[in-house]
């Protein structure tokens, strides 16, 4: 066990007024199992690429073991994997590698094919299985659930809590459950780092929030209280002092005396009232905004908006699906599930009206309107204005939509390639928030999308109730707000 220090850490981007870290400090252990949680744009990729040295930073990381990050940048996905193996970690030992993979539930004989056919989670499932045959190696894994299927990502989930000494950001509660032994969180205003597990943190900052909410609300009548005394305490020295002045004056050393009783007492209320409004202004600050989001929806005069009979997909000489039978009514939330490439978007394609190889019968209802978010967020650029223009949304809802899932105003002023992966999310999530639409197609909506907002998500559902098709892999999410899940 070795420590890794963050001493007085202070970062911004070139040109960005954005400041990321500012002096802040902090421990960890290089055989921790380390969960990285914090809202999106807050700085943890950016972090994770400070200790690989990516970027001139003001304070010191000290560390007495070398980083590796992943996901490593694949450019050619066309070459044999095993070269890929091989350009990560020039040395590495065959048999070692071969181990990590059978323990990720994955065939060797995957190394000798092009990486570009493996599918997402074999993919995800080599990188990790290189970076972990390394000895003496911390790792900074970023997000590595995005895009695997559920099963795939409990296979993952099981292989790192076997493993020790890395980091691990990810925003999918049941998956960091499953394999984190302690927490750091870039809150609001401070980084902390605790023992435990995700949940663990959770509950914790729930109580603390709760704590600091009635703490405020105790100093907030503290403070009128004190106010209000101290105004009268004002107006009976007012009233004293005139006594002394008039003619009628009784005993002026008793008034003397009572005026110099009141001056001790306004001092003492002063002082408790700046006591009370320096402990207020300490509180909250840690408080996450969590505003509830709003959607209108369209209702359809049809009870049955989309219907699929006998659905199958031929890429080539490849079946990806076939005899898929569903159909969407007013106000369901189907989930569609199933392993990476098993043609779930395909599905979602076919019915947004792309020419896909298709056979069978889908019945779309007369005027259906749909609101559609991509998996992919690649293409996103320029600057919010001109997006909102682009897709003829009202600019000033869409901007209010992104305020309440915590973006800055700062942000505002930045291009869209220059966001995080989740801001860019978000755009997607925001823009389909302010389209009226009888039906919403949602394809892996919370890849990359934080914790807080996965919340304001599922209340948001709950509450409206929109009618929609998705595909998700995030467990809790899941849970929450399907009304039926159908197998492919
Ligand atoms: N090249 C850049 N120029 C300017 N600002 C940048 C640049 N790259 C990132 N940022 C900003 O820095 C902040 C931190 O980004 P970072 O990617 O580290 O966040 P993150 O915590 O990893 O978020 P996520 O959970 O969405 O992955 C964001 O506000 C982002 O917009
Ligand atoms: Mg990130």
């Not at 989670?121 to 659930?145: C, R």
């Not at 990810?170 to 605790?194: T, W």
């Not at 869409?398 to 942000?411: I, M, S």
């Amino acid at each position: 066990m070795a420590q890794l220090n963050v001493t007085d850490l202070t970062f911004y981007y070139d040109g960005s007024y954005d400041t990321i870290f500012d002096n802040v400090s902090f421990q960890i252990d290089s055989d921790w199992k380390l969960g990285f949680v914090g809202r999106n744009g807050r700085g943890k990729t950016t972090f994770l690429n400070l200790l690989m040295k990516k970027y001139e930073y003001k304070g010191t990381i000290s560390s007495p073991v070398s980083f590796d990050y992943f996901p490593f940048p694949v450019t050619d996905k066309s070459q044999n994997t095993i070269d890929i193996v091989e350009m990560i970690y020039p040395d590495y030992e065959l048999w070692k590698v071969c181990k990590e993979l059978t323990l990720l539930e994955v065939d060797c004989e995957v190394l000798y094919r092009p990486f570009e056919t493996l599918s997402n989670g074999e993919q995800t499932k080599v990188l990790l299985a290189v970076l972990f045959s390394k000895e003496n190696n911390f790792l900074l894994i970023d997000e590595p659930t995005n895009h695997l299927d559920m099963n795939t990502r409990i296979v993952v989930m099981n292989y790192l809590k076997g493993k020790k000494g890395f980091i691990l950001v990810s925003h999918d509660r049941f998956f960091l459950d499953g394999c984190i032994d302690h927490v750091l969180a870039i809150n609001k205003a401070n980084i902390e780092v605790m023992q435990g597990n995700f949940s663990t943190w959770w509950e914790n900052k729930k109580n603390q929030d709760e704590y600091e909410l009635a703490e405020n609300e105790k100093l907030k009548k503290d403070i009128k209280r004190l106010s209000e005394a101290a105004k009268r305490t004002e107006n009976w020295s007012d009233q004293i002092e005139k006594s002394k002045i008039g003619s009628h004056s009784p005993d002026r050393g008793f008034i003397g005396h009572k005026s110099a009783k009141m001056m001790k007492r306004a001092k003492a209320i002063e002082n408790r009232s700046l006591t009370a409004l320096d402990e207020k202004s300490k509180l909250l600050k840690n408080i996450e905004d969590t505003d509830e989001l709003k959607i209108i929806p369209l209702k359809h005069h049809k009870s049955t908006l989309v219907n699929v009979e006998n659905l199958s997909v031929t890429y080539g000489d490849r079946t990806i699906f076939d005899h898929i039978n569903f159909s969407i009514s007013n106000g369901k939330r189907i989930v569609l599930q199933g392993k990476n490439g098993c043609g779930k978007s395909s599905i979602l394609k076919i019915i947004l009206g792309e020419d896909i190889p298709c056979n069978g019968k889908v019945e779309i209802a007369s005027g259906l309107v749909i609101s559609y978010v991509s998996q992919d967020t690649s293409n996103l650029s320029g600057n919010l204005s001109d997006f909102a223009k682009e897709h003829h949304l009202e600019e000033s809802l869409f901007k209010a939509l992104l305020r309440k899932l915590d973006f800055t105003r700062l942000q505002f002023e930045k291009n869209i390639e220059d966001f995080s992966g989740g801001q860019k999310k978000k755009v997607l999530i925001a823009k389909s928030l302010c389209e009226q639409a009888h039906l919403y197609i949602w394809d892996e909506p919370l890849n990359y999308i934080d914790i807080f907002s996965r919340m304001q998500i599922e209340k948001l559902i709950k509450q409206y109730e929109p009618t929609m098709l998705l595909v998700e892999h995030d467990k809790t999410f899941v849970n929450e707000i399907a009304t039926d899940i159908i197998q492919i």
